[in-house]
């Protein structure tokens, strides 16, 4: 817990240095102010006693008792206006970083539970919990300071006094020290009940679930397995806290024994006219601010074990594997002229699973060539595509662009070859024109690319104002259909302008006939870029100039839709099969026109 106390100060000290420094030394000020005020209360009681109500001195005494109380009183008042700033300054410096950061992050971290979690900690406002917890040092601090005051009052007396109050704090602090990683072991360690019962959160919460669930009536049904883990969940948590409570009950102990000792060692010092009025009187008052001194550490040691665990995600996001910005220079490899993607032998299999999903996969794609990559579920068709947009490497072979290994180009070189609409593509909270010139912000303010990009795509965007919100972020926002968002992330790759597109079945949720024209219309559209097209529907797949089957981890047969039909193998099983569920959907609507010749 120590080492992520300090690195929540490198990262104060880094982006918020001024303010931090003026939140510690107000909060040590007003710390010395407890002792200082009994003190002062000291002398003030003596000073009464040797010369009544009429010394000069006891006047300037209460004077300075008043102004610690005042100082105390207004680092108390001010600590918000503090800790509001650094919060500020740590948004505007901190936050500015780890979005940079987020950005480097390695696709397959997204993809990894453990990384899961460490990215949604960081992503909200982590510098609030920064500052709650360098606010919660800083008090136990003051803490410290004041049971510094207070051991030297207890000096003037006796050191023993002084040495006892050490022993007994450096216990008190074991046993806090101890109910410390009991708690914050159970606030570190998610169990599987706890990440159940966050999904069932999300889905009592998010749109599209919520949706689902009124119309089966299942939000009771739900509501119940969230109430069910987390009765386990909160049984788990109160039975650590009960067994950390015995470390609490420890330390108190040890500061009862303290104050018992304290007192019969004044009473008898008191009696035997060896200390005066105003020392009884100040030592007697320093027990009530040890107390509440005590009580306030316990609390706050409960506090930061739990804040403190901020700061270990935040180095484990740092751990988080990033992307290579800087590609690695080589010669050009040898490769047949034209040629935009070649897969060479490649095998992979997901981090943290032996499965391989390619095995021995090889294939080329010339330039301006429209190759159909079909399969059934689970084959590996999107793994190549996310092999080719380099969220993943291959664990063996290579895969060349443009003739020069994948890894030899930096991302923003890679997206210059490639842009890709995938079936989970973004729907951006934002407005039309941003929405689509995210694929080449370039051209941001370039209505004229933008509106040919959306009407090449569909006709009807050419009447939308390009400054219209979409999505339910703004007030005036205007949420589309499932149709529209995908015609609007196929304008977006459009104008990336690359020299290859990936289509990862970006029109699942249109019908046939729509999806049937939209390849239609892509074939027409990119006659100089080539198209690696993902398909269930094999209607579509007809369109382009070869079709690559994936069976088994590789390319189990390769040609274009006749030839692939008169070799009678499983592209022709596939074929049959879906003609006939096509031909028996035309028989119900008399629809001819979506007959699979």
């Not at 009473?267 to 107390?291: H, M, P, Q, Y």
Request: negative net charge; charged residues 25%.
């Amino acid at each position: 817990m120590f080492s992520y106390i300090v690195t929540g100060m490198r990262v104060m000290w880094t982006h918020a240095r001024s303010m931090f420094m003026a939140r510690v030394l107000s909060a040590m000020l007003a710390a010395l102010m407890a002792p200082l005020s009994l003190f002062f209360l000291q002398l003030a009681v003596d000073e009464i006693m040797r010369n009544g109500g009429r010394s000069g001195l006891l006047w300037i005494l209460l004077l300075f008792i008043i102004l610690c109380q005042m100082v105390s009183l207004f680092s108390g008042t001010t600590a918000g206006y503090w800790n509001g700033r650094l919060k500020r300054m740590l948004e505007r410096g901190w936050g500015k970083e780890l979005l940079e950061d987020f950005g480097k992050i390695e696709y397959a971290a997204y993809e990894d539970a453990h990384a899961q979690d460490v990215l949604a900690k960081m992503r909200k406002t982590p510098w609030n919990g920064v500052v709650s917890l360098w606010d919660t040092v800083i008090q136990i601090g003051t803490v410290i300071v004041m049971l510094i005051g207070d051991m030297l009052l207890f000096a003037q007396v006796s050191w023993a006094l002084s040495l006892l109050l050490t022993v007994f704090m450096l216990c008190a602090g074991f046993f806090q020290t101890r109910c410390m990683k009991v708690m914050n072991d159970m606030f570190a360690d998610r169990t599987a009940d706890e990440r159940e019962m966050e999904y069932y959160e999300e889905l009592l919460s998010e749109k599209q679930s919520v949706l689902e669930l009124k119309v089966f009536s299942a939000i009771d049904y739900i509501r119940a397995l969230w109430h069910k883990t987390n009765e386990i969940v909160l049984r788990m948590r109160v039975h650590t806290t009960f067994f950390a409570l015995k470390y609490n009950i420890y330390s108190s102990i040890a500061i009862v024994i303290w104050i018992l000792i304290l007192l019969w060692t004044l009473v008898d010092r008191a009696g035997a006219g060896t200390i005066t009025l105003g020392e009884f009187t100040a030592l007697i008052g320093s027990v009530g601010t040890l107390l509440g001194a005590v009580e306030r550490a316990s609390y706050l040691c409960s506090v930061i074990a739990r804040r403190s665990l901020l700061m270990r995600y935040y180095e484990e996001f740092q751990a988080l594997p990033r992307v290579d910005e800087v590609g690695h220079e080589e010669p050009k490899t040898s490769v047949e002229d034209g040629m935009v993607v070649e897969f060479q032998h490649v095998f992979f299999h997901y981090p943290g699973s032996e499965k391989e999903v390619l095995r021995d996969c090889s294939f080329r794609i010339r330039k301006g060539e429209k190759v159909a990559l079909v399969g059934e579920n689970g084959a590996g068709k999107s793994t190549i595509v996310k092999l080719l947009c380099g969220l993943y490497s291959p664990v063996q072979g290579e895969i060349l662009l443009m003739g020069k290994r994948a890894d030899a180009y930096t991302p923003e070189e890679r997206r210059c070859i490639m842009s890709v609409v995938f079936q989970d593509f973004g729907k951006y909270q934002m407005q039309l024109r941003e929405n689509v010139a995210i694929g080449n912000l370039e051209k941001l303010r370039d209505e004229e690319a933008i509106r040919r990009a959306l009407t090449a795509v569909d006709p009807t965007f050419d009447t939308w104002e390009l400054d219209r919100n979409l999505g339910k972020l703004a007030q005036d926002g205007v949420d589309l259909s499932g149709g529209e968002w995908q015609k609007v992330a196929i304008a977006r790759a459009l104008l990336a302008d690359s020299q290859m597109i990936l289509l990862d079945e970006p029109t699942a949720s249109l019908d046939p006939m729509a999806e049937s024209e939209m390849y239609h219309t892509f074939v027409t559209l990119l006659r100089r870029q080539s198209c690696l097209m993902i398909s269930h529907r094999l209607a579509s797949a007809r369109m382009t100039d070869r079709i690559l089957l994936l069976q088994n981890g590789g390319i189990a047969e390769e040609g274009s839709h006749d030839q692939l039909l008169a070799c009678q193998g499983a592209y022709a099983a596939m074929w049959q099969a879906q003609s006939q569920w096509y031909q028996e959907e035309v028989d119900e609507r008399g629809d001819e026109n979506i007959v699979m010749e």
